[in-house]
């Protein structure tokens, strides 16, 4: 085992009445990488997701997090290890402020005790004032601190998907899981999401796991990438091996994989 690792699945799989829709998963990150998981649709990328953010619990196999085993453990405390995730479909708290988003997600690791906030004592203010700032910060990063004021649902929808991933930001994870971040933007917004997602890792020492169906997106950024398909990894290497793999090309695409 290297010293860095900071996931690690091992023979993971759940099944769904008759249906097996994740099998003998094996998969690892490192801290610091920026991983790829890819696959045809309903190859199980999603569900794999779900079953490291502990929203389904894995029938069989074991994923560990930062040296422990996350058996058991429910999404909000998976959260707590140090995970945070965006969804394929935005959940955003749309009738909340682009800014009250992100705090949000900033307050669930705020150092201010409760009781300072409940006597609202100095220490609450400040760490308010604080933590706001920081919030600012973040929407900063993603372009979208002129929109702090404006309710979420009124943001265009590349922007809903960068607040996703700022709100995940926020929460300061060791673990980022992105999951189609790019889906439903247009060439430029994806080129530009491409060289945040790059930036935000190597600025918060983060490490990444992203599902992407856009080719040009998961060549152009991964180190890694994995490859599902009907619920069994099928392949995982550097984007020009996964480009050239010949079982990728047939499950996947059914044609040559292009970025
Ligand atoms: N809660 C569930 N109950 C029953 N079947 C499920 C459930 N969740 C996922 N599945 C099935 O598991 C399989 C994998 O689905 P999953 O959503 O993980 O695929 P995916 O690779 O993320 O697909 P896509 O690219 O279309 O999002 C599919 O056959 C899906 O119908």
Redesign the pocket.
């Known amino acids: 085992m290297t010293s860095n690792l900071l996931l690690k699945a091992e023979n993971v799989g759940i099944q ?2 008759g ?1 097996k ?2 099998q003998n998963v094996n998969m690892y990150l490192n801290q610091g990488e920026l991983v790829g998981l890819i ?12 079953m490291i953010t502990g929203v ?1 619990q894995p029938t069989v196999g074991a994923i560990t997090f930062a040296g422990r085993n996350l058996k058991g453990l429910k999404p909000y405390q998976v959260t707590k290890q140090g995970m945070s995730r965006t969804f ?1 479909n935005i959940r955003l708290f749309k009738d909340l402020s682009v800014l009250d988003n992100v705090k949000v997600a900033n307050h669930n690791i705020a150092k201010h005790s409760i009781v300072s906030s409940i006597l609202r004592l100095p220490s609450h203010f400040s760490g308010e004032a604080k933590m706001e700032q920081e919030s600012i910060e973040f929407l900063k990063i993603f372009g979208l601190d002129v929109y702090k004021d404006e309710m979420a649902k009124n943001l265009p929808y590349g922007m809903q998907r960068r607040l996703e991933i700022a709100r995940a930001l926020a929460a300061k994870p060791k673990l980022l899981l992105l ?2 971040p790019a889906a439903g933007m247009n060439p430029q917004e994806t080129h530009d999401l491409m060289e945040l997602i790059a930036f935000i890792r190597k600025e918060f020492n983060l490490t990444i796991l992203l ?1 992407e ?1 856009d080719m040009h997106l998961v060549m152009g950024i991964c180190e890694r990438i994995y490859v ?1 398909d009907h ?1 069994q990894l099928i392949a995982d290497g550097t984007a020009e091996e996964i480009r050239n793999n010949p079982k990728v090309i047939e499950a996947y695409l059914g044609e040559e994989v292009t970025d």
């Open positions: 769904f009445g249906l829709a994740v696959g045809p649709n309903g190859a199980g990328k999603t569900t794999t997701f779900n389904y394929q999951d189609e599902i169906h599902l619920g």
